[in-house]
């Protein structure tokens, strides 16, 4: 989870929210929140909010990560999630400054990993689509974020690197996990290894990204698309559709087969299914 860049400690535990307009906590108005949540047209945005410190993980921002998915899964209004972060980077990985500052650097990173692994555990177990969009650095633990979502965006000057060995750890934030599945076990370990930059052209040749547009127009382009998916009617089918794919990971052949058939017959009863299937035949 290591950053490769010098950044701050940063306090602040509140968060913005907004619900069918702007609605916004007392909290969030005294002082700034390490991650925001707004939600709007369906989409749950969740915005790490440490750009002076490149988004890098600390304890705050890692608890309210955690918080906002949560937020965002148990959201009735909230379709997609949407993951982006604030400033020049989307996520510089650990926080190398409160590295340095714990007397007891072992313990420190032990709870860092902890509260860090919590929100990607939410975020793998959420059953709504996951779109990230990415753009500046991407490091450490931003890469585990990163292999965490379902559709991933990078501006074209998007720069990803694993960053671990610049400080003599290992990696962390699921990254030994997804990359491997993502973009290949000898192109994982190329990255994590040699610990060289990945540009975003390599990043989409190699499938760690999904596409490609212009630094100014990527949030845009991530926003567009993840408003088309919370507005159309099988929304509900697809954050269902994305944990059967997750989840096969650790499941046989005959088990897959076993939760594809339950969770087909259940969708085929909605109205939402049903309502399709009648569109499709009067064609």
């Known amino acids: 989870m290591p950053s490769p860049l010098p950044v701050l400690v940063a306090e602040g535990l ?23 949540l707004t939600v709007l047209d369906g989409v749950g945005h969740i915005e790490l909010n440490r750009p002076d410190a490149f988004n890098a ?11 906002r998915i949560r937020a965002a899964d148990e959201d009735p209004q909230v379709k ?20 340095a500052a714990a ?27 996951v779109i990230a969009v990415v ?25 990803f690197v694993a960053a671990y060995a610049g400080i003599a750890v290992t990696p962390d934030c699921s990254s030994t996990w997804g990359l491997p599945r993502i973009i290949g076990e000898r192109r994982a370990m190329e990255l994590v290894l040699l610990n060289k930059p990945l540009s975003a052209a390599q990043a ?13 127009e990527v ?12 507005a159309g009617p099988a929304a509900a089918a697809l954050g269902v559709s994305r944990r059967l ?13 076993e939760a594809e058939s339950a969770s087909i017959a259940y969708h085929a009863g909605t109205p939402e299914c049903a309502a399709l299937i009648e569109a499709f035949v009067s064609r």
């Not at 890469?143 to 998007?158: I, K, R």
């Not at 845009?220 to 919370?230: E, K, R």
Request: charged share 20%.
């Open 14 to 36: 509140t968060v913005l929210l907004s619900s069918g307009g702007d609605r916004v906590t007392d909290e969030a108005l005294a002082q700034p929140s390490p991650v925001e």
């Open 57 to 67: 993980l600390d304890l705050p921002l890692s608890a309210a990560l955690y918080d």
């Open 80 to 99: 997609v999630v949407l993951l982006s972060g604030r400033g020049r980077a989307f996520c510089a990985g650990g926080d190398v400054r409160y590295m």
């Open 103 to 129: 007397e007891d650097r072992t313990q420190a990173l032990a709870e860092l990993a902890d509260a860090a692994h919590q929100a990607i555990r939410a975020l793998a177990e959420i059953a709504k689509p």
């Open 135 to 159: 753009h500046g650095s991407v490091a450490g633990g931003g890469l585990g974020l990163t292999c965490s979502a379902d559709l991933v965006l990078a501006g074209e000057s998007t720069k």
């Open 204 to 216: 989409l040749d190699w499938g760690l990204v999904n596409r490609l547009h212009p630094d100014d």
């Open 219 to 230: 949030l845009a382009q991530a926003q567009a698309l993840a408003v088309t998916l919370a």
């Open 245 to 257: 794919i997750r989840d096969s990971a650790h499941r046989t052949l005959a088990e897959q087969l």
